[in-house]
């Protein structure tokens, strides 16, 4: 049984770049989280996707977006790559209406920005 | 605001005695809290959580947390530390806000000592 899968699993890019993360939840899982987890820092709650809907975001700019398929994997795209992006970035998935099991993470995507 | 809070960057302890890393969140409602460990290059392990009930709850690999709800405070323990224990540990709150999403502490880093 596969866990949660990322890819790629690094990933170098130059400001202002557009860059796309991909994301497979584990399975019997529906519901999508993404984080970004700066140096140093715990995960930072990005948003979130449940039936192919972004169903609550975190306080991060527009620049950030993303999109769920029917499959249920997700891709996190973000524009105009700025140096503060260089992160971390985590998946998280569960299934919703299991409310009391932990979500499972990836083990993420480390992104540069030069 | 709702917010957790890990007050220590870094524990060290030798390998064989007790270790415990702290965690205090502010939260409204009932907590639903959990503990993480990240190995480097990884992402986050579920290692227990508290949802209701019994005050001490037991997790993987040896670890425990007391939850204290007067101190508000999530506190997890080892009775026996491992080197292999090494790692980034971070303490995590579910809120529900139309939807579940998790705040994470900043995290603390433990080192066993041989």
């Known amino acids: 049984d596969a866990g949660v899968t990322q890819s790629p699993t690094h990933l170098i890019k130059t400001r202002g770049q557009q860059v796309t993360l991909r994301c497979s939840p584990k399975?019997?899982?529906?519901?999508v989280s993404w984080y970004q987890q700066a140096l140093g820092q715990g995960p930072q709650f990005i948003f979130q996707?449940?039936?192919?809907?972004?169903?609550q975001r975190g306080n991060f700019p527009d620049r950030f977006s993303g999109h769920q398929f029917p499959n249920y994997s997700s891709e996190l795209n973000v524009n105009a790559l700025l140096l503060g992006d260089s992160a971390l970035y985590l998946c998280?998935?569960?299934?919703?209406?299991?409310?009391?099991?932990?979500?499972?993470f990836g083990d993420g995507t480390r992104l540069s920005i030069l | 605001a709702q917010s957790v809070a890990q007050p220590e960057d870094q524990v060290n302890v030798a390998e064989g005695n007790p270790l415990t890393v702290k965690c205090t969140y502010s939260?409204?409602?009932?907590?639903?809290l959990f503990w993480y460990v990240q190995y480097p290059n990884r992402g986050l392990q579920f290692l227990l959580k508290?949802?209701?009930?019994?005050?001490l709850v037991k997790g993987s690999y040896g670890f425990e947390a007391e939850f204290n709800k007067s101190q508000t405070s999530f506190h997890l323990k080892k009775p026996s530390a491992l080197v292999s224990d090494s790692a980034l540990y971070f303490c995590?709150?579910?809120?529900?806000?139309?939807?579940?999403?998790?705040?994470f502490g900043t995290g603390t880093r433990l080192k066993v000592l041989a």
């Open positions: 998280a998935s569960r299934r919703q209406g299991a409310s009391n099991q932990p979500q499972h």
């Open positions: 399975s019997g899982h529906d519901t």
């Open positions: 996707y449940y039936e192919e809907e972004e169903r």
């Open positions: 939260v409204s409602g009932n907590p639903y």
């Open positions: 508290y949802i209701t009930g019994d005050n």
């Open positions: 995590a709150v579910r809120v529900h806000s139309g939807t579940y999403k998790y705040i």
